[in-house]
């Protein structure tokens, strides 16, 4: 371990993007590399990992109380924002759209630091798109589910095809201006009421 | 007039009051304002979008400028506060189990300051356990308010008690758990704790020192010096929006628009106990605080030089900051009565005539009063 290598903590109560921006400093180079998932360990722990940067997520509401731990603690003696440097604005928006925030002590250069929050940003932002497809691919099967048990319905009490089903929810979501899954809720949530 | 846009950070907080009545009832786009309000997480994350731009101004602590203004704060940013949010709004809860001790040691069960604080003394002199009470921030009136009162009980903050920093939401949980005694929070943090049956308000900031600051409008001075005509307007629509929340007849039509969903996502009566002063204490048990948030009565948006110095002079007692004459020129800069004058002078409302107040016009629960040209550090 080289004296110069630089101490970095992750915080983030999020445990599948903390260690996929832990994996990403590894592959970086950095072998100093620590994570915590809780606020309350930060206090514990801050002391024995002495951090020279801290990349931490915007959206904790815990953020005071993590820069009072490293207000009081001697080993981060003067943490400074990453966005003490105002003139790259466009890294600052970046980074705070990403929903990622870091400190570093005082004095260390900052183009020492810049790739870390770079790739910080990078790796927040993938894993946020990441959940959004998951979400998107998770309503679609959802609604695919519900337009199944929409035809089924009519196909029993109307004595339809299976396209025919299908045609009169979308002719129906059409005229309404609505969706077919939307139609189709309906469709069931009525047939649930008028079960004997 | 102007056709200005405005995007303003807030926190789920009863005093972010003026800024949701200003927008939603119009009176923004009265002066010409499109203001778009975004809620944040965190005290941090509000000082450093005002840093970087992403907000023009922002609902800050009152002592935040000055700790950002003194190179307090891990961000460098001039922040300068042009109007305060109104009066009041804060309380001090404690446990269920520390009430009861409380309770054995004396205390009467009003919101008085001095008999509750002698009380809780008396708990303390017992030992059985250090006490660990909760604030939002370092830099705030709430954490610098439990310290006064504290101090002038008789007890020692950081010596005698704990004292830790807690986002508002997490308190009345950490009450329920044991994990702090205490917490001094604004509204409706204490009545939130109360209404889960997690604890008992013991008093009121509004009782340990009438008519006191909490929160203000903070913009960054670059903003605030290239766009005057639009900090301005601004401030003559917080200004309306202060003159509406002060009647009491529009106090429940209040509660309904800041307890929407894009707000603070509570129940309006809740919102409605801290916005009317009718505070139940515990459960079943109501008694009326005169004053407990005020948000136009005397003087309730000014934002008085003499309060940027007190919460100064708490810095220094509490050892934030080295007191030096420049310190306190810089304190006293940070609050702007200027600015608000030269907004408010074409509504005809009746300015102080003083941007100071006079020591006998600040008198806190102890008999004590405050006397800016005296701030001494603290002998160690």
């Known amino acids: ?196 | 007039m102007p056709d200005l846009r405005i995007t303003a950070g807030f926190l789920p907080l009863l005093d972010s009051l003026l800024l949701v009545i200003a927008r939603e009832r119009g009176l923004a786009a009265a002066q010409g304002i499109d203001l778009t309000l975004v809620r944040e997480t965190s005290w941090a994350n509000i000082r450093d979008r005002v840093a970087v731009g992403h907000f023009e101004v922002a609902q800050m602590l009152g002592p935040m400028p000055i700790a950002a203004n003194l190179g307090l704060s891990p961000i460098d940013v001039a922040i300068v506060a042009p109007m305060a949010l109104g009066l009041g709004g804060n309380a001090i809860t404690v446990s269920n189990r520390l009430w009861e001790r409380m309770l054995k040691a004396g205390a009467p069960g009003s919101i008085e300051p001095a008999p509750a604080g002698a009380a809780l003394a008396r708990v303390v002199a017992a030992g059985d356990g250090r006490l660990c009470f909760a604030v939002t921030h370092p830099f705030s009136g709430h954490n610098y308010e439990l310290r006064y009162w504290l101090a002038a009980s008789g007890i020692r903050p950081d010596a005698d008690v704990d004292i830790v920093i807690l986002p508002p939401q997490l308190m009345a949980d950490a009450l329920a758990a044991g994990t702090v005694d205490g917490y001094c929070a604004g509204e409706p943090w204490n009545s939130a704790g109360v209404l889960a049956g997690a604890g008992r308000i013991v008093t009121v900031k509004a009782r340990l020192w009438p008519d006191s600051p909490d929160k203000v409008l903070g913009v960054e001075q670059r903003w605030a010096e290239a766009h005057p005509e639009a900090l301005a307007a601004l401030l003559r629509a917080l200004y309306a929006a202060s003159l509406w929340c002060g009647d009491p007849a529009n106090h429940a039509e209040a509660a309904a628009i800041l307890g929407g969903p894009a707000y603070l996502d509570k129940p309006s009566d809740l919102l409605l106990r801290g916005l009317s002063g009718r505070l139940e204490l515990a459960r079943g048990e109501t008694v009326r605080v005169a004053d407990f948030f005020v948000p136009n009565a005397h003087s309730a948006t000014f934002p008085w030089v003499t309060h940027a110095l007190w919460y100064y002079a708490q810095m220094v007692r509490w050892g934030d900051v080295v007191h030096t004459p420049a310190h306190q020129a810089q304190a006293a800069r940070s609050y702007r009565p200027d600015l608000y004058r030269a907004a408010i002078a074409p509504f005809g409302a009746s300015l102080p005539t003083s941007d100071e107040k006079q020591p006998g016009q600040m008198r806190f629960f102890d008999g004590a009063s405050f006397d800016p040209t005296r701030i001494t550090t603290p002998s160690a």
């Open chain 1, 1 to 196: 371990m080289s004296a110069s290598e630089l101490s970095i903590l992750i915080i983030d109560e999020d445990r599948v993007r903390a260690a996929i921006i832990e994996e990403g400093l590894r592959e970086a180079g950095h072998t100093r590399v620590a994570v915590i998932n809780s606020t309350q360990e930060v206090a514990r722990r801050i002391a024995e990992i002495a951090p020279d940067v801290v990349v931490i997520d915007l959206a904790n509401p815990d953020r005071d109380r993590l820069e009072h731990f490293f207000l009081l603690s001697k080993a981060l003696r003067k943490p400074v924002a990453m966005f003490v440097d105002k003139s790259d604005a466009a890294a600052i928006g970046a980074a705070i759209e990403a929903g990622v925030s870091a400190y570093i002590v005082d004095g260390l250069r900052k183009d020492r630091v810049k790739p870390i929050l770079d790739m910080a940003v990078l790796r927040f932002n993938a894993y946020s798109r990441l959940q959004r497809e998951l979400d998107e691919a998770r309503n679609a099967l959802e609604e695919r589910k519900l337009i199944d048990r929409a035809k089924a319905i009519l196909i029993r009490q109307r004595g339809l095809t299976e396209e025919a089903a299908y045609t009169l929810l979308r002719k129906t979501a059409m005229n309404q201006n609505r969706r077919v899954a939307e139609i189709a809720q309906s469709l069931i949530t009525a047939a649930g009421l008028l079960e004997p």
